[in-house]
Nanobody, 120 residues
Framework: QVQLVESGGGLVQAGGSLRLSCAAS????????MRWYRQAPGKQRELVAA???????SYADSRKGRFTISRDNAKNTVYLQMNSLQPEDPPVYYC??????????????WGQGTQVTVFS
């Protein structure tokens, strides 16, 4: 089973920036799509952004302009650059990936989540 490990979370002042990373390790043939989600307490997880192995990106409308997703296919790693963070931004960020351990099988994998705390 592939493991996704997030890093880069922490404490940041309002208006500041953070860069999250998520590295996949294990049996990997390919990773067609990698995504970032975030979640506020008591609310559903919401999509932030997605990126394909070819580099095509998509964003939830409210995150356009402040967040940038990128990936390094050689390292099986996805990044999320977050700018102008605000205290009302949901605090927990999750990495998600469509994993193919072989050419004809695919499953969904999640990271454990990383905390982002924005203070004013």
């Amino acid at each position: 089973q592939v493991q996704l490990v997030e890093s880069g979370g922490g404490l940041v002042q309002a208006g500041g920036s953070l860069r999250l990373s998520c590295a996949a390790s294990g049996r990997i043939y390919s990773i067609p799509v990698m995504r970032w989600y975030r979640q506020a307490p008591g609310k559903q997880r919401e999509l932030v952004a997605a990126i394909t192995s070819g580099g095509s990106t998509s964003y939830a409308d409210s995150r356009k302009g402040r967040f940038t997703i990128s990936r390094d296919n050689a390292k099986n790693t996805v990044y999320l650059q977050m700018n102008s963070l605000q205290p009302e931004d949901p605090p927990v960020y999750y990495c998600n990936a469509a994993i193919r351990p072989s050419a004809n099988y695919e499953y969904d994998s999640w990271g454990q989540g990383t905390q982002v705390t924005v203070f004013s």
